[in-house]
């Protein structure tokens, strides 16, 4: 469709969400990224029947795992859309953006020695 | 005929066939002796024992065998409560042996609520023993003069035997089942849960009598007056095993604005006539807490005054 | 199984936040089966406490280690060139697994990073529930497979109790009454009066009660 989305978002394509593990999201924000989410089918749609819910779940468990971490949970998202929703999915990109954008710098990014 | 038990006032009521009638009371929160003199001298002379609770719903209170002996010192006679929850079987044959030693001559013997209904939900929890382990324990001292490990007992502690029933609990085909197996252990009396379905509890009764379990065992039909529509509907939704009925609800929400009280009254009264006349039957427990002053005209409109008098 | 449940981050941090480099040891057993303590565990684990820390400005270096058991010694030895390399050691097994590691490594120091709570079993995926209370004096058998020393809130061996209500215990509307259930099928099956005799005081000397327990097969003793 060509239509654009924010440079900031790296895509990382997947089988089906129901791939993506709690140590994939916790690494990510382990090694430094600001943000990162889960752009699955829409619920009840999922190729593979339930691998968006398994997602849901995890990215549930890594916000909680974060809170407790002193680290926004909001940094992790899940969102549900249909494959042929293509400005969703650049809406998507730009409202996490922009969220990662208000929150700033993730607090895990390497502080500089004092 | 055989020979008393314990020889205490509620005992020779019943075995004289009069229609007992005890009442009950909740130790103070606190060491304040003179809180508690206060609420017994409403229940003087109207009832044939008080029965003391023992950390009811778990929650600290003085100690039953204290405010027990304390009823003795102003000439009430109590009805000793303890529950399993909170003694191992030492304490518990120790604390008997107390009881007996200062003058007390009736016991209920209760599971307890658990602890964590109460204020110490991080307690640890005892029930080294159950209720029906607990009458049996008591009817061995008594009647065998031994302890439960068979040891003898020097001077056995002779009580007049009470047990608690739950007519609805769940499920309702067992509690007349259970109620046997408590009055076959050793209970000589039985105090219910209080009572507000009397279909139901009518029902129950007649199962009782047709197991001759009145013949066993003296029964007394709990009663608690309702103060309000809250306590009506707090007891139907808050509290296990209570079965409050939509029309007693209902009855006393007709009742008016600040008129609950006197249909809640109206309705134990009510209560009272028919247990009076119910097969197997023996009396009434009434359990009118921290209301203990309405007691005297509860008992009045009941008909159940003056209490008698055996020697 | 045993089934523990993780600690909250905020507490294995505080165990932790005088050192800069630990090994967490995960185990092959009980904990992986109730997924709390296995290798996977371990992973997100460490990934936690290093995000936490890097906040905090102050890395902490974490490596990972999941060993077959931690209740036998011929594991615990598994680990004994490592150990002293840290500054301290979690680990994600039940309570055995660090005493077991304490006693063998004395010198270093041993950090649990789950509360351990019952022996249960599951209901299904994710969901465990307590089952045996290890009372020494197994008696399920006269109770048509269920157990009232676990599954009563009272330990009750004439239940139900008055605050049976709808099958659920009186503690909560979650926790089911085992004595409906034990009373119910009986009746159904006739057998009332294997519920309507007394049984006699438990003996509470092979459980916890009675001290500290020890196991021993003779025939197997060196």
């Known amino acids: 469709m060509r239509l654009n989305y924010p440079s900031s978002v790296k895509v990382i394509q997947i089988p089906c969400t129901g791939r993506v593990d709690i140590l994939h999201l916790l690494k990510a924000i382990e090694d430094g990224a600001d943000g990162v989410y889960v752009a699955g089918c829409l619920e009840g749609e999922c190729h593979f029947l339930t691998g968006n819910l398994k997602a849901k779940k995890r990215v549930q468990f890594v916000k909680k795992a974060l809170k407790e971490a002193g680290v926004e949970p909001e940094r992790v998202e899940m969102f549900n859309l249909s494959a042929g929703e293509g400005p969703r999915f650049a809406e998507i990109a730009r409202e996490m953006a922009d969220r990662i954008k208000s929150l700033g710098p993730s607090p895990v990014r390497m502080k500089k020695a004092a | 005929m055989n020979d008393l038990k314990s020889g205490s006032n509620l005992e020779k009521i019943l075995r004289a066939g009069h229609f007992a009638f005890t009442g009950e009371c909740g130790p103070p929160k606190g060491a304040n002796v003179k809180h508690l003199k206060e609420k017994v001298a409403h229940l003087k002379g109207k009832v044939d024992a008080v029965n003391i609770t023992d950390n009811q719903t778990a929650v600290v209170r003085m100690a039953s065998w204290a405010a027990s002996t304390i009823l003795i010192q102003e000439g009430v006679e109590p009805n000793f409560q303890m529950v399993c929850r909170d003694r191992n079987r030492l304490a518990i044959q120790s604390d008997i042996l107390g009881v007996y030693a200062m003058g007390i001559r009736n016991m209920l013997c209760l599971s307890g609520d658990h602890q964590s209904f109460g204020n110490h939900p991080q307690a640890k ?3 080294d023993i159950d209720s029906m382990q607990l ?18 007992i020097d001077a056995p502690p002779r009580l007049f035997l009470g047990a608690a ?9 067992f509690r007349v089942h259970r109620l046997a197996l408590k009055i076959a252990s050793g209970a000589d009396f039985i105090q219910t849960q209080c009572i507000y379905n009397m279909e139901r509890f009518r029902e129950f009764m007649k199962r009782v009598v047709d197991m001759g379990l009145h013949e066993k065992s003296y029964i007394l039909a709990g009663v608690t007056p309702m103060k309000s529509v809250g306590m009506a509907q707090y007891m139907a939704k808050s509290v296990p095993g209570m079965d409050v009925p939509d029309s007693l609800i209902n009855r006393l ?8 009280a006197e249909e809640g009254i109206k309705f134990a009264v009510e209560q009272i006539e028919e247990f009076k006349e119910m097969e197997g039957i023996a009396g009434v427990h009434l359990m009118a807490i921290e209301w203990e002053h309405m007691v005297p005209e509860i008992a009045e409109r009941a008909g159940v005054l003056p209490r008698p008098e055996v020697s | 199984m045993i089934v523990a449940d993780r600690k909250p981050i905020q507490e294995i941090l505080e165990m932790v936040k005088d050192y800069e480099r630990v090994l967490i040891l995960g185990c092959k057993g009980c904990v992986t089966v109730c997924n709390v303590g296995g290798d996977k565990e371990v992973g997100i684990l460490a990934s936690i ?4 820390r890097k906040k905090e400005g102050r890395p902490l270096e974490v490596h990972e280690r999941t060993l077959e058991r931690q209740c036998d010694p011929e594991y615990i030895d598994q680990v004994k060139d490592q150990v002293s390399q840290y500054d301290a050691v979690i680990s994600m097994a039940c309570g055995v697994g660090p005493q077991f590691l304490s006693e063998a490594y004395p010198q270093q120091r041993f950090y649990p990073a789950v509360n351990t709570t019952f022996f249960g079993g599951a209901l299904g995926h994710g969901v465990w529930v307590e089952r045996c209370a290890g009372c020494g004096t197994c008696l399920i058998h006269y109770f048509d497979g269920l ?3 676990a599954r009563c809130s009272k330990s009750l061996l004439h239940g139900p109790c008055g605050g049976s209500a709808k099958g659920k215990c009186e503690i909560s509307k979650d926790v089911e009454c085992i004595w409906d259930k034990i009373v119910r ?5 006739g057998r009332i009066e294997d519920v309507t005799r007394i049984r006699p005081a438990k003996d509470w000397r092979t459980a916890r009660d009675g001290g500290p327990r020890k196991s021993v097969r003779e025939e197997l003793v060196q």
């Open chain 2, 135 to 152: 009458i049996a324990l008591v009817k061995k001292m008594r009647d065998e003069g031994k302890f439960i490990n068979d040891e003898d």
């Open chain 2, 125 to 127: 929890n005892v029930y």
């Open chain 2, 253 to 260: 929400k007709g009742a008016g604005k600040g008129k609950a």
């Open chain 2, 165 to 173: 029933s739950n007519p609805f609990a769940e499920p309702f085909e």
């Open chain 3, 49 to 52: 406490l290093k995000i936490a």
């Open chain 3, 147 to 149: 157990c009232p020393i």
């Open chain 3, 185 to 189: 099928k009986k009746m159904e099956e």
